[in-house]
């Protein structure tokens, strides 16, 4: 499996960035799809995810500004930021999530860093 990540960099506070990740060689059934981050000292936290019905999860902090959808067809993740604030910036991980007999197993794209200037 090889997750590509594309669409970080520095952007102002109140700025948009687009997040993109292209998801190929897959061989099993995807539960779920969509990004984590890691602030500097801080753990991975979900960001948001997209379901295979098309549900979505957000993290509290990022809801009404954040959207995330799927391309089904070319196997991409875009995660739409808007209305950025300093304390989004961090580094952004795609992942694809399969559960197989209930046990679930992650893949993970290289990481791409945002940074929100005040």
């Known amino acids: 499996v090889q997750l590509q990540a594309s669409g970080g960099g520095l952007v102002q506070a109140g700025g948009s960035l687009r997040l993109s990740c292209a998801v190929s060689?897959?061989?099993?059934?995807?539960?779920?799809m969509g990004w984590f981050r890691q602030a500097p000292g801080k753990q991975r936290e979900l960001v948001a995810g997209?379901?295979?019905?098309?549900?979505?999860d957000y993290l509290d902090s990022v809801k009404g500004r954040f959207t995330i959808s799927r391309d089904g067809a070319k196997n991409t993740v875009l995660l739409q930021m808007n209305s950025l604030k300093p304390e989004d910036t961090g580094v952004y991980y795609c992942y694809v999530r399969s559960v197989v007999l209930g046990t679930p197993k992650f893949y993970w794209g290289q990481g791409t860093l945002v940074t929100v200037s005040s």
């Open positions: 060689n897959i061989f099993f059934s995807i539960n779920d």
């Open positions: 997209i379901n295979n019905d098309d549900s979505t």
